[in-house]
T-cell receptor, first 113, second 112 residues
Framework: EAQVTQNPRYLITVTGKKLTVTCSQN?????MSWYRQDPGLGLRQIYY???????DKGDVPEGYKVSRKEKRNFPLILESPSPNQTSLYFC????????????FGPGTRLLVL | DQQVKQNSPSLSVQEGRISILNCDYT??????FLWYKKYPAEGPTFLIS?????DKNEDGRFTVFLNKSAKHLSLHIVPSQPGDSAVYFC???????????FGQGTRLTINP
């Protein structure tokens, strides 16, 4: 089944404790992206990747890191999480092309205490 | 600065009637628009899209209208069904770009 998977789905952590949210897709997509969803703000892009070893900042990259060592995986790293990073996170992927549909993972709900 | 705006956080419609969800944008460089639907505990799923060279696109019960001069698009669902209850996100894309710019979302509730 074609899908984007994220782990963990739910996470409670404390300020400053490094964490990684994994994202994997099995559709051989070149493009992958991370979004965060916050009430009243919709989904905002954090980072994106056009292909292996090619990543760039989105609209709200502060406090986040990413890597793209393999085509299928695009982990989101929070080196020192803070309470303002409490949010719902979505990974998405698509083929390259302006009209290609982006497929979203199920989301990871993060609470930083 | 919110470039894509959905000014109605919620909408309640009776089953069988028409649901109309609205979206406004500010950047005239957007050339492709999409609607995504999101159920609780799931990721958004693509619903329907429209290119800026068109003013209407239809797919079954779903129709998207684009008014470029007003920088406004709308999603019509006819007839509305209980399974349409979800959050709907409007999104826009710049020409040649992959990035999606999303609105805040509208929660649609279809009442039996």
């Amino acid at each position: 089944e074609a899908q984007v998977t994220q782990n963990p789905r739910y996470l409670i952590t404390v300020t400053g404790k490094k964490l990684t949210v994994t994202c994997s897709q099995n559709m051989n997509h070149e493009y992958m992206s991370w979004y965060r969803q916050d009430p009243g703000l919709g989904l905002r892009q954090i980072y994106y990747s056009m292909n292996v070893e090619v990543t760039d900042k989105g609209d709200v990259p502060e406090g986040y890191k990413v890597s793209r060592k393999e085509k299928r995986n695009f982990p989101l790293i929070l080196e020192s999480p803070s309470p303002n990073q409490t949010s719902l996170y979505f990974c998405a992927s698509s083929f390259l092309g302006a009209k290609e549909t982006q497929y979203f993972g199920p989301g990871t709900r993060l609470l930083v205490l | 600065d919110q470039q894509v705006k959905q000014n109605s956080p919620s909408l309640s419609v009776q089953e069988g009637r028409i649901s109309i969800l609205n979206c406004d944008y500010t950047n005239s460089m957007f050339d492709y628009f999409l609607w995504y639907k999101k159920y609780p505990a799931e990721g958004p799923t693509f619903l329907i899209s429209i290119s800026s060279i068109k003013d209407k696109n239809e797919d079954g019960r779903f129709t998207v209208f684009l008014n470029k001069s007003a920088k406004h698009l709308s999603l019509h669902i006819v007839p509305s069904q209980p399974g349409d209850s979800a959050v709907y996100f409007c999104a826009a894309r710049f020409q040649g770009a992959q990035k999606l710019v999303f609105g805040q979302g509208t929660r649609l509730t279809i009442n039996p």
